[in-house]
């Protein structure tokens, strides 16, 4: 589903049918890219087709802050809905497009704001700590967002006599209580991949690679954070393989992030976690899948679907994402990785 957020395409815009079959769509992209100012950012879930195309390949807050920093007038977003709006959320000023209205987050759509407002309410001298992973409308009710690079960082500046409430995913929410010792209510949410993967299947894989180091992302399970060498956001995971001195490694969390691995470090080996059947890899986000080629060519053709949030809303959100940036001055952020021709 869509949310007001979204303007999708007039009647009569140019449509997939349309598309000329023989159109080198890569060609016809950098074109617009130039015609048009735009800059185009692609999360490290994307198709790799789509993150070499990309400006700037990395994990969403990133994106939005580079875009920010930029002199683009229009940012082409490959990700899914809530990243788009974080990227209108900092740069108001800019058009923001996304490939397609229905890549949502099935976190996202687990917290509906009007539910939200009522577990709020119920609780009404707890701090609200939201995951970025949410809707514009969710961020305006919540007291500061988090990733899941700085998240822990943050939780241990809150004051300790105050309770917390921790949206939207409940695995990333307990992985931080239990580093930081902090006592949380936890919204009981969860993202639909991180979910798929097997501790039977892992320990399975994890004896047939014995030397393999497993890098987890920490909206997995307990069960399979017990088994990893190293938790952290996309991009620290990204980080800790290229870094380390082992030369195989089982990735849990999105398979697509193994793209950005492979170009980085092609003499390393990377492993997909396995799911319940242990054979498929089924790690793909099927949100960020609805993004393709043709979709960003008639995004940025079209100026839309594209994200406009009503300026109070807008305000609102941004209160808690400008407590998160006062918060990380000491946490690290990476900057997202550019493409190489940039």
């Given at each position: ?9 007039p ?10 079959p ?20 692609a ?35 490959c ?29 996202e759509?687990?917290?509906q ?68 010792g902090?006592?949380?209510t ?9 979910e ?25 399970p ?51 976690a ?37 300026e ?31």
């Amino acid at each position: 589903m869509t949310t007001d957020t979204v303007v999708l395409p007039p009647a009569g815009a140019l449509t997939e049918a349309d598309l000329d079959p023989t159109l080198d769509l890569p060609a016809a992209i950098d074109r617009l890219r130039k015609e048009k100012n735009a800059i185009i950012l692609a999360h490290y879930y994307q198709d790799g087709e789509i993150q070499d195309l990309a400006d700037f390949v990395g994990d969403s807050l990133d994106l939005s802050r580079k875009a920010a920093a930029t002199d683009a007038e229009m940012i082409v977003f490959c990700g899914v809905r809530f990243m788009g709006e974080v990227a209108k959320i900092l740069s108001p000023g800019k058009t923001v497009v996304i490939p397609d209205a229905e890549a949502g987050c099935s976190l996202e759509e687990a917290c509906q704001a009007d539910v939200f407002r009522r577990f709020r309410a119920a609780h009404p001298d707890h701090v609200a700590v939201t995951y970025i992973n949410c809707s514009a409308e969710v961020k305006a009710l919540s007291d500061v967002i988090v990733t899941s690079s700085n998240a822990e960082a943050i939780v241990r500046q809150l004051p300790a006599d105050k309770p917390i409430l921790f949206a939207p995913d409940r695995h990333l929410g307990a992985f931080i209580a239990k580093k930081t010792g902090r006592e949380m209510t936890l919204w009981p949410g969860s993202c639909i991949i991180h979910e798929q993967f097997s501790e039977k299947e892992l320990i399975k894989l994890k004896v047939r690679h014995p030397a393999a180091k497993v890098a987890a992302h920490p909206e997995c399970p307990e069960s399979i954070l017990g088994h990893a060498d190293h938790i952290g956001s996309t991009r620290g995971i990204l980080d800790f393989v290229l870094k380390s001195p082992a030369s195989e490694f089982i990735i849990a969390t999105e398979l697509h992030i193994i793209h950005q691995m492979e170009k980085a470090a092609p003499g390393k080996v990377f492993i997909p976690a396995p799911g319940a059947d242990g054979g498929c890899n089924c790690a793909s986000c099927p949100f960020m899948a609805k993004n393709t080629l043709e979709k960003i060519y008639l995004a940025m053709v079209n100026g839309a679907p594209a994200i406009e949030i009503p300026e109070a809303l807008r305000v609102a959100a941004l209160k808690p994402l400008e407590r998160m940036l006062e918060l990380s001055v000491s946490v690290p952020m990476s900057s997202g990785a550019p493409h190489a021709a940039a």
